[in-house]
């Protein structure tokens, strides 16, 4: 994810141009699987890297999910399909963004 932070913003020749980082989720809260656990840390790690203190936002999502009996479908890794979860990380990215861009940059 770093990397890709630091390849885009060169390509478009923009050095700080601000990220936001939504977490994986998985099964939300539930989640136990070491590899999901590992990726939703590393996720939440690359906000911190100094280079990118605030250029860069993290936004956990696991508080989004909802059950698949609340959702068009169980498929867990796609969020069950819930719109709501959906439109609620959509939301809290934005929210992140606006907060990232109200930063002055250093020039």
């Known amino acids: 994810m770093a990397n890709f932070i630091r390849d885009i913003r060169k390509d478009l020749g923009v050095k700080d141009l601000p990220f936001v980082i939504?977490?994986?989720?998985?099964?939300g809260p539930e989640e136990k699987h070491p590899r999901a656990l590992s990726?939703?840390?590393?996720?939440?790690?690359?906000?911190?890297?100094?280079?990118?203190k605030g250029n860069v936002a993290f936004v956990g999502t696991k508080e989004f999910w909802r059950a698949a009996d609340a959702s068009p479908s169980g498929q867990a890794y796609h969020w069950n399909?819930?719109?709501?979860?959906?439109y609620l990380i959509g939301e809290a990215m934005g929210t992140a963004m606006k907060k990232l861009c109200a930063t002055p940059r250093a020039k």
């Not at 939703?40 to 911190?48: D, S």
């Open 81 to 86: 399909t819930n719109a709501e979860t959906y």
């Open 22 to 27: 939504a977490e994986t989720g998985m099964s």
């Open 39 to 52: 990726l939703m840390k590393a996720q939440a790690a690359v906000a911190e890297y100094k280079e990118f």
